[in-house]
């Protein structure tokens, strides 16, 4: 198991938090994983993670209500909790918003505590202050693993694979730019998103997952990261990759591909096992979701994509960065 001051995928982002995480010098002794993964890992056990979500960053409060977009932010710092195979415990919420009554933060404070309960958590404190602009909510998810599964521990042969599908999030974002409103099926993957714990859980429990990943920056550089931090070269093949149908129908063929490998905010897992062991039909049964193989691993280094032709190529880029190469900040949805 890795330190976790290890490699991170291309991107203005990463390069950010590379040089940040150098300045938080030596990690403590009860700190087995630091920086560099989904969440750190404290020696008893503990895992820790923070999201921070942005209006105008993250979201529009034009595009969904204040109880919605408190369910994602609280979402998204669960799904790391996933990607690490850990129980979640509890939240802490910390909320900034302006004066005035333009924010009900109540509302967002239940859509906190309606995703907690939905893997169950509960919301265990936080703080609030005033914001003289944007909405601001901060979550620190904490949960439990002996076992935690790191992003380092991919090897040649491996194969690769995606839960659900992938592209609703970015193709409901293109919608409400074009000033139109989503499908349902898309206005729903983005206000909704499921922070796949039992999943994760089950692939840890039967010792069949050797890394694992959330899908919140788009599955390219997501698996970028993987690449990155087990030092190995990652194959994924176009024609397995499970776009959502309602993708293809909003954005055509081409896009709706592109949205599924760039676009962000799935929150899927994307993980890593051994050929030949993963029962598609097993999660189907068990959970209702569909699992894809996707890629494989071999010796190498960075991310590729296969046409059907068999030709690959690597890929430059990673997927949502929010620093653009001039170092200012890039926002989503703008």
């Known amino acids: ?13 990463f390069e950010l938090i590379r040089r940040l995480a150098k300045l938080g010098g030596d990690l403590p002794a009860e700190v087995r994983i630091g920086p560099g993964d989904d969440a750190a890992v404290l020696d008893d056990g503990w895992v820790i993670s923070t999201d921070l979500t942005v209006e105008d960053v993250h979201f529009r409060r034009a595009w969904i209500t204040d109880q919605e977009v408190g369910y ?7 799904s790391d909790m996933a990607a690490m195979a850990a129980t979640p415990v509890g939240l802490l919420v910390s909320i900034a918003a302006p004066r005035g009554g333009a924010v009900d933060v109540e509302s967002v404070q239940a859509g906190i505590v309606e995703a907690a309960s939905m893997v169950g958590a509960g919301v265990i404190g936080g703080d609030v202050s005033r914001s003289p602009g944007p909405l601001m909510i901060d979550v620190v998810a904490l949960g439990r ?17 995606v839960t659900g599908s992938l592209g609703a999030s970015a193709a ?5 730019d074009a000033g139109e409103e989503p499908a ?5 993957a983005f206000v909704r998103p499921t922070a796949r714990v039992s999943e994760a859980r089950c692939l840890a429990e039967h010792d069949v997952v050797d890394a694992m990943i959330d899908i919140s920056d788009g599955l390219i550089g997501d698996v970028g990261h993987i690449a990155a931090a087990s030092g190995m070269k990652i194959t994924l093949e176009l024609a397995k990759i499970p776009v959502g149908e309602s993708v293809v129908e909003a ?15 799935d929150y899927e897992l994307c993980f890593v096992t051994d050929p030949g062991i993963v029962d598609p039909g097993y999660f ?5 979701v569909t699992v894809t193989r996707v890629g494989a691993v071999t010796e190498g280094e960075g991310v590729w994509l296969q046409t059907e032709d068999g030709t690959a190529d690597r890929v430059a880029t990673g997927g949502f960065d929010h620093w653009d190469a001039t170092g200012t900040a890039k926002e989503e949805g703008v």
């Open 1 to 13: 198991m890795s330190d976790a001051r290890g490699p991170y995928g291309p991107g203005a982002e």
């Open 72 to 78: 994602r932010a609280a979402t998204a710092a669960l």
């Open 145 to 161: 693993t002996m076992w935690p599964v790191c992003r380092d521990g991919a090897g040649p042969g491996d194969h690769v694979w």
């Open 172 to 176: 409901a974002i293109r919608a409400w």
């Open 184 to 188: 349902k099926e898309l206005r729903h």
């Open 251 to 265: 954005l055509g063929q081409d896009d709706a591909l592109q949205a599924a490998l760039t676009g962000g905010e």
């Open 284 to 288: 189907l049964e068990r959970y209702g």
